[in-house]
T-cell receptor, first 113, second 113 residues
Framework: DVKVTQSSRYLVKRTGEKVFLECVQD?????MFWYRQDPGLGLRLIYF???????EKGDIPEGYSVSREKKERFSLILESASTNQTSMYLC???FGLGREKLFFGSGTQLSVL | GQNIDQPTEMTATEGAIVQINCTYQ??????LFWYQQHAGEAPTFLSY????GLEEKGRFSSFLSRSKGYSYLLLKELQMKDSASYLC??????????????FGTGTQLKVEL
C-alpha cells in the first residue's frame, strides 16, 4: 500500500514563527499536493508539484511556499505564521497523468497562537 | 470558479440505502471522484467516474450524468462505520492546459440504529 507520512500530527506555533510541514511518500509518485481543510470550506489546494524542483500555485498560495528537492519529499513552509493559518493540513500524492487518484497523509493540525 | 454543491448533512438508518448528491459546473469536466473521510482521519478514495453511468463497487455505487453536471454516491446496507464525511471532487481541464481538482465541502453522513 502507498504510504504518505506527515511528520507531525499536532503542532502549536506562535504568530511570526517560521513553520515547516514535512511530507514523504514511498511509492515513487510524480505528483504531490498540499491542502488545508477548514470547517465549511472543504479541502483547498495550496501548492502542488509535478516533478522534483517544480512547483505550481494552487488556489490559496498566499503566505505559503513549498520545496521539493527530492521526489519523495514535499515540504510546506509558512514563512511567518499567522492565526488565520490555524488549520488541518493534508499532504497527498498521486501517479502522473491519468486518473490521479489521491493518497492522503493523516494530516497535521496546526494551531497558531 | 468551479462550484460544487453537495448537502451539508444527512442522516440514515442502519441497514438502509442512502444517496448523496453532487452537482457541478460542466465546463472543462474531466472526471469526478468520491472520497470518504472519517473524523480525524485522512480522506480515502472510493470511486471515479469519467463516463456517464453507474460504477458499482460492493455496497457503494457512483453515478454520473455529464450533461446534467450531476453525480451521486449510493450506499447500500448501511453500517454504523459508514458514518463519515463524503467528499465529491471534480477534475477540470484548464484553458491554459493541465488539470485542476476541486473539492466540494463534503456531506456529513450519520448512520443511526
Amino acid at each position: 500500500d502507498v504510504k504518505v507520512t506527515q511528520s507531525s500530527r499536532y503542532l502549536v506555533k506562535r504568530t511570526g514563527e517560521k513553520v515547516f510541514l514535512e511530507c514523504v511518500q514511498d511509492m515513487d509518485h510524480e505528483n504531490m499536493f498540499w491542502y488545508r481543510q477548514d470547517p465549511g470550506l472543504g479541502l483547498r489546494l495550496i501548492y502542488f508539484s509535478y516533478d522534483v524542483k517544480m512547483k505550481e500555485k494552487g488556489d490559496i498560495p498566499e503566505g505559503y511556499s513549498v520545496s521539493r528537492e527530492k521526489k519523495e519529499r514535499f515540504s510546506l513552509i509558512l514563512e511567518s505564521a499567522s492565526t488565520n493559518q490555524t488549520s488541518m493540513y493534508l499532504c497527498a500524492s498521486s501517479f502522473g497523468l491519468g486518473r490521479e487518484k489521491l493518497f492522503f497523509g493523516s494530516g497535521t493540525q496546526l494551531s497558531v497562537l | 470558479g468551479q462550484n460544487i454543491d453537495q448537502p451539508t448533512e444527512m442522516t440514515a438508518t442502519e441497514g438502509a440505502i442512502v444517496q448523496i448528491n453532487c452537482t457541478y459546473q460542466t465546463s472543462g469536466f474531466n472526471g469526478l471522484f468520491w472520497y470518504q473521510q472519517h473524523a480525524g482521519e485522512a480522506p480515502t478514495f472510493l470511486s471515479y467516474n469519467v463516463l456517464d453511468g453507474l460504477e458499482e463497487k460492493g455496497r457503494f455505487s457512483s453515478f454520473l450524468s455529464r450533461s446534467k453536471g450531476y453525480s451521486y454516491l449510493l450506499l447500500k446496507e448501511l453500517q454504523m462505520k459508514d458514518s463519515a464525511s463524503y467528499l465529491c471532487a471534480v477534475r477540470y481541464i484548464l484553458t491554459g492546459g493541465g488539470n485542476k481538482l476541486t473539492f466540494g465541502t463534503g456531506t456529513q453522513l450519520k448512520v443511526e440504529l
